[in-house]
């Protein structure tokens, strides 16, 4: 890596530094379910969150192995393929009895490669439409279906900047970008639907380029991120309800 890119890299990380803060603590004894738990921010969030007393259901697509190595008794596993949204529906047994706090859909996929103009593959476009967006209603449909005291209070959205049309001067990415718009959509719809009747928050986080296997590229440490996301969300899951902010809690645009 070139000098110019590790001083880059090095600024980038510093804008994202962990916040020293003792707001962590706030989350404890909660239900917490996090999907694509199996790799990356899924799984840091994960470790984080029972390192902090909460019990986790953590949701996987392909393979378990990682989630397998936590020897923790508040860690649910449970396989879900979000390209089928029936798959989210059968979720319902599996939480019936756990009165779930906070969502945190996590899953995403990039789309394949086959992204830019006259060059897409619909077939995956398809899953992706449904991984990226469509899930995270039907599983907010679902939790609150099965939610019978009230329990359900944040629902946080993993998004990301690809997702703003007003940041797009790229072009490209069809599938990756078109999903997390959708996302986002849904995100904002939500938090208007869901806040009157239920009190629910709803927002999303774009958590910046970090290092893990859908970005193998990026820059930030996921377990530095997943401190970050716990820290906004046990500061401020009120105030950020129906926007769109980074890890410093900045908002960006859609
Ligand atoms: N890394 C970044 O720089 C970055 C930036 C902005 C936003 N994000 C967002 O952050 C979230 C987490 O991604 P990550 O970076 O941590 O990458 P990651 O390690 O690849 O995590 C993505 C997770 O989503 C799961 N997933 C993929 N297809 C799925 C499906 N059909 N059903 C259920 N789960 C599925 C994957 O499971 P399998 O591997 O088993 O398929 C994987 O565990 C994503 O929503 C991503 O868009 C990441």
Known sequence: MGLRRLIKNYIYRKK?????????KKIKNKNILITGANSGIGLALTKKFLDLDNSVIATYNETNDNLLKIKNDNLKIYQCDQSIIENINKLKEYILNTPINIIINNAG????????????????????????????LK????VLECSKTNSLNTILNISTLYSSTEHNST????????????????????????????KINVFSICP?????KLNPNGILDPDKVAINIINILSSS?????????????KELTW
């Not at 910046?208 to 893990?212: A, D, H, P, Q």
């Not at 899951?237 to 890890?247: A, I, Q």
């Open 237 to 249: 899951s009120e105030e950020l309800n129906g926007k769109f902010v980074d890890l410093n809690k």
């Open 109 to 136: 996929t990039w789309g394949g490669k086959n992204q830019s103009f006259n060059n897409i593959d619909y077939e995956n476009f398809s899953k992706a439409i449904n991984i990226n967006a469509v899930s995270i």
């Open 16 to 24: 994202f530094d962990v916040h020293k803060s003792i707001e962590l």
């Open 139 to 142: 599983l907010s449909e679902v």
């Open 208 to 212: 910046g380029s970090v290092k893990t």
């Open 171 to 198: 072009g490209k990415n069809y599938v990756y970008k078109g999903t997390k718009s959708l996302m986002n959509s849904f995100s904002k719809n939500l938090s208007i639907d869901l806040k009157d009747e239920y």
